[in-house]
């Protein structure tokens, strides 16, 4: 089956500087991405829209210079949060959609990644 | 996407029948519903997906009564592994629709 990675899958740093998430489709590919973000004993929420070749929709409320998205391949779609501080510490998760899934899609065609737990210290 | 409406939690015990319902009362013609599974620190995983009536895979069971205004996943004798968030999500697999979670269940299995 369809098959995202998602790396890294936790990483700590010092609050100012940058992380970048890694999301990648293994076996298909993806013109669509979707970043998630979830605290603690929350729900999953959407970030932003990844597109493949294009600049990325943010949701309402989301600061899109903070949370910088690149889609530069079909496979492999990037969030950096820059500047982070502590707050910004959360469970980052990706899901990619099947592009090629043709007719009736099996959940929507949408795969998730395992998460990335960030730690801002 | 269709809003949904779901129990925030539940108990249950081991071996047990668990049946988790979920409310859509705006559902559109063309959508499906589906059902994800979420672990601690982990993403979302596929269970199962229905548009009508009842459809059974190797983890659970999903109805849909006629008006399909409603759903409910059946886990078959639950074990403790089981304990997990479950979200209900309503809409339209032909379309690029992104994925908006509700609260999810936190469905909660006892020894």
């Known amino acids: 089956g369809a098959v995202v990675s998602q790396h890294p899958s936790w990483v700590i740093c010092k609050s100012g500087t940058s992380v970048k998430i890694e999301c990648r489709s293994l076996?298909?590919?993806?013109?669509?991405m979707f970043w998630y973000r979830q605290f603690p004993k929350q729900s999953l929420m959407l970030m932003a829209t990844?597109?493949?070749?294009?600049?990325?929709?943010?949701e309402q409320g989301v600061e899109k210079d903070k949370f910088l998205i690149n889609h530069a391949s079909l496979t492999l779609s990037t969030l950096t949060v820059t500047s982070a501080h502590p707050e910004d510490s959360s469970f980052y998760i990706c899901?990619?959609?099947?592009?090629?899934?043709?007719?009736?899609?099996?959940?929507?065609?949408?795969?998730f990644g395992s998460g990335t737990r960030l730690t801002v210290v | 996407l269709a809003k949904t409406t779901q129990p925030i939690s539940m108990d249950s015990y081991e071996g047990q029948e668990v049946n988790i319902t979920c409310s859509h009362n705006n559902i559109a013609t063309n959508d499906y519903i589906t059902w994800y599974q979420q672990f601690p620190s982990q993403g979302p995983r596929f269970i199962i997906q229905?548009?009508?009536t009842k459809v059974t895979n190797e983890v659970a069971s999903l109805f849909i009564p006629a008006d399909r205004k409603s759903s409910t996943l059946s886990l078959p004798r639950v074990s403790l592994s089981d304990t997990a968030v479950y979200y209900c999500l309503v809409g339209a697999v032909n379309r690029d629709d992104k994925i908006i979670f509700g609260k999810g269940t936190r469905l909660h299995i006892l020894p």
């Open positions: 990844s597109n493949e070749g294009s600049k990325a929709t943010y």
């Open positions: 076996d298909f590919q993806a013109t669509t």
């Open positions: 899901s990619a959609r099947d592009s090629l899934y043709g007719g009736l899609r099996r959940n929507y065609g949408y795969t």
């Open positions: 229905g548009y009508k």
